[in-house]
């Protein structure tokens, strides 16, 4: 991989509903949201890639926009740029791509009134309409499993 150190900056905050994708390999957070911090099941064992990072900032995002918590988004102090092939990359993002979009919309759906991360994302695991596949239910013991640990 090429790394390089950054010489520019770049930051942004996110309003409450505006999306961003933010690569997980640069990336820092207070702690107190670890409850929700859980990266997805990933990997050709389990039928999806690439999503892990972009459906755990969903639930996340759910919560902070909830809590009124704001996301700052900064520049990589080291740029990593990591070759990759466009091709493959979309293949390996197909199936995602497919669930995407309807997994989302039903995370933005559910109505937040508790006011600890830890409980909001206990409720997001208990009411959001997860597709009907053995990779759901196995990822819903999961998520219920890395919430016991809190």
């Not at 919560?63 to 918590?69: F, R, S, T, V």
């Not at 497919?98 to 759906?109: C, P, T, V």
Request: charged share 20%; with cysteine.
């Amino acid at each position: 991989p090429d790394i390089r150190i950054k010489s520019q900056v770049f930051n942004f905050s996110l309003a409450p509903a505006q999306f961003a994708p933010i690569s997980s390999m640069n990336l820092a957070f207070k702690t107190k949201i670890i409850p929700a911090f859980y990266f997805l099941l990933m990997g050709p064992q389990w039928g999806f890639d690439r999503f892990d990072d972009i459906w755990c900032g969903l639930f996340v995002k759910k919560i902070c926009d909830h809590l009124g918590y704001s996301i700052v988004n900064g520049s990589p102090i080291i740029e990593h740029r990591k070759a990759s092939i466009p091709n493959i990359n979309e293949k390996k993002e197909e199936d995602g791509m497919n669930i995407n979009e309807a997994l989302w919309k039903s995370i933005f759906s559910v109505s937040l009134t508790q006011m600890s991360v830890k409980d909001g994302y206990t409720k997001l695991v208990g009411e959001v309409n997860f597709p009907v596949l053995p990779y759901f239910e196995a990822l819903k013991r999961a998520m219920n499993r890395w919430i016991s640990f809190f």
